[in-house]
């Protein structure tokens, strides 16, 4: 006999758990299905262990999706202040990081705890670990699912499984085939928040310089217009033996597109040409400790002997046409990533269900009742900062309160 509930949802994370727990305490019978052995390890893992749980600036525009203005009916009922109440009512330590990112002050065990005493208050039932291998719909409504646990009957299904990243710690395309059972549109699932990765030739003079971080500006794609297909962002970069990574290049990686250039300005508050042309009568320096004031001595050093530029050249001695070709590819420093540290690197995936087949005001697939897609599964991906776990919590609470 299979097993009846109210709700089934599929994947333990933070979107399911959230879903879970609000549905369970309107009183709905509800179980929670996840099939790895180990609860929310995407939770545990982020902000260094310290869950980054959510952005206290987070609204629609920090968020990428074909269909830019599905994510506002949920952001706009639950904002980062009432998970921030969620975290307060459990007495759990936060403090605010860098430009609104809440972390906890301990562990992110804390909050896998709070979302486990939340649905242990609406009485959760779990499967876990369980593998779900069918799902069906029943002619007279609702679904029965089948599982290496056996089979459950649900009236509805919500399916929290979030997408590609990190497959070592059980990451599956699952959602993304259920979408496609039931006929519904995906937008093409792709790395995100990643770092970016350049061929060994065009990388070789670079590669030395592994380890070297600073704060800079980088954008990529169009910035101009009525409806800009780019963007820019100030956050420090990190150079690696393979290319580019740090909250900069994860922030821009989002927004590139392959065989695009990225454009980086490694020194943001200087005009560095002008400064050098005008510094020429009265900076007797050369050139390699010059620059070396205002950038880490290996990049400085790097820079000139990538321009054929001799260290020890005197400031004074260059033409400007040289001190203009230099201070472009330090202003304006162009190159076209060959791709990303792909699915293994990244902290989540762009694309997914696509939103166009679903309700905003209760995540439901409009051809199909009583399925619903939530969290990362679906075409909504937020900035680097905890701003992905506030669409976890928001779709998941808008999902619940529907189910």
Known sequence: MAKQFDVAVIGAGAAGMMCAAVAAQRGKRVVLIDHAGKLAEKIRISG????????????????????????????????????????????????????????????????????????????????????????????????????????????????????????????????????????????????????????????????????????????????????????????????????LSGPAILQISSFWQPGTPIVVNLLPEMDLAQTLIEGKGSIKKQLGNVLSQWLPTRLAEGLLQAHGLALDARLADLPDAALRKLGLAVNQWTIVPSGSEGYRKAEVTRGGVDTRELSQQTMMANKVAGLYFIGESVDVTGWLGGYNFQWAWASGVAAGQAV
């Open 48 to 243: 260094g262990g310290r869950c980054n749980f959510t952005n206290i600036n987070a609204g629609p525009q920090n968020f990428l999706s074909e269909n830019p203005h599905f994510c506002k009916s949920a952001l706009s009922r639950y904002t980062p202040q009432d998970f921030l109440a969620l975290v307060k009512k459990y007495r759990i330590g936060y403090h605010e990081k860098h430009k609104g990112q809440l972390f906890c002050d301990e562990s992110a065990e804390l909050i896998i705890e709070m979302l486990k005493d939340e649905c242990a208050a609406g009485d959760v039932h779990w499967r876990m670990p369980c593998k779900v291998e069918a799902i069906a719909q029943l002619d007279g409504g609702g679904f029965t699912l089948q599982t290496d646990g056996g089979a459950i009957e649900a009236d509805s299904v919500v399916i929290a499984t979030g997408g590609l990243s990190i497959p070592k710690i059980g990451a599956s395309d699952f959602g993304y085939r259920i979408a496609q059972q039931f006929e519904l549109k995906l937008v093409e699932p792709r790395p995100a928040l990643v770092p970016l990765t350049f061929d060994d030739a065009s990388w070789a003079p670079f590669a030395a310089l592994s380890g070297i971080a600073l704060e800079v500006d980088v954008e990529t794609g169009s910035l101009k217009g009525r409806n800009p297909t780019g963007a820019r962002f100030r956050e420090d970069l990190l150079f690696t033996h393979r290319g």
